[in-house]
């Protein structure tokens, strides 16, 4: 089972002027306190099952959220790994983004997994627009659950690129709420099905979720 996650809420999301006062990282927000609330309360639906690995984008909020997950798991043997190719579209961040260091990363938790190969240790240019991750993050989901092949994984991203795996997955787009849950089971290597997607049942505050900030790509 591969088990689908937005991070939560973002502080740009509530402060307007958030990128405008941060110049230098306008692409790497962290979470509010409802994003972390949210994360804890995926965290809480998780808790009780063996979960073998959470794969992460590197961005801070993506990160956060991970952690917030396996801090409530009973499991205290999940992994964290960080993997770039689940981060944004390109033409939506710095050049370079500004993600953290993996010596910043490992601050968060002592579950982060600095021996992960990630698939893209580096992102290859693609084009502008919500589609243009579209085949780094495909290859990327294809080559992550090759990586493991008999565990339950969580992978933590956001927005664009979890809608782009819909659309490798059911043929269109479509986007997911902020730490909503969305269940893919793999078909022993053959297929993916799609379960469910973007479901808010565990959360304690179901409104504004940004689930409908894009309704059709870029």
């Known amino acids: 089972t591969i088990w689908l996650v937005r991070h939560g809420q973002r502080v740009d999301n509530v402060d307007k002027k958030w990128k405008e006062n941060n110049p230098t990282k306008w692409d790497d927000p962290e979470l509010t306190i409802r994003g972390k609330q949210q994360a804890h309360e995926v965290g809480k639906h998780f808790a009780n099952m063996n979960i073998e690995a959470i794969i992460t984008s590197p961005y801070t909020r993506c990160i956060e959220t991970s952690c917030q997950i396996a801090a409530m798991m009973e499991n205290k043997s999940t992994k964290i790994c960080v993997e770039p190719g689940l981060q944004e579209p390109l033409d939506m961040s710095m050049d370079p983004p500004t993600v953290p260091t993996m010596d910043k990363i490992k601050e968060y938790s002592?579950?982060?997994?600095?021996?992960?190969?990630?698939?893209?240790?580096?992102?290859?240019?693609?084009?502008?627009?919500?589609?243009?991750?579209?085949?780094?993050?495909?290859?990327?989901?294809?080559?992550?659950?090759?990586?493991?092949?008999?565990?339950?994984?969580?992978?933590?991203?956001?927005?664009?690129?979890?809608?782009?795996?819909?659309?490798?997955?059911?043929?269109?787009?479509?986007?997911?709420?902020?730490?909503?849950?969305?269940?893919?089971?793999?078909?022993?290597?053959?297929?993916?099905?799609?379960?469910?997607?973007?479901?808010?049942?565990?959360?304690?505050?179901?409104?504004?979720?940004?689930?409908?900030?894009?309704?059709?790509?870029?």
Not at 131 to 153: H, M, W, Y
Not at 155 to 166: E, F, Q, Y
């Open 110 to 218: 002592t579950q982060i997994d600095d021996s992960y190969k990630p698939v893209f240790e580096k992102l290859p240019a693609e084009p502008r627009g919500d589609l243009g991750c579209a085949d780094r993050v495909v290859k990327t989901f294809q080559e992550i659950c090759k990586k493991f092949p008999s565990g339950n994984i969580i992978i933590v991203s956001h927005g664009v690129p979890l809608a782009n795996i819909h659309a490798f997955l059911k043929g269109h787009w479509k986007y997911v709420g902020q730490c909503t849950i969305s269940k893919v089971t793999d078909m022993y290597g053959q297929s993916f099905r799609l379960d469910y997607w973007s479901d808010k049942k565990h959360l304690s505050q179901t409104h504004d979720l940004h689930e409908d900030e894009k309704i059709v790509p870029r």
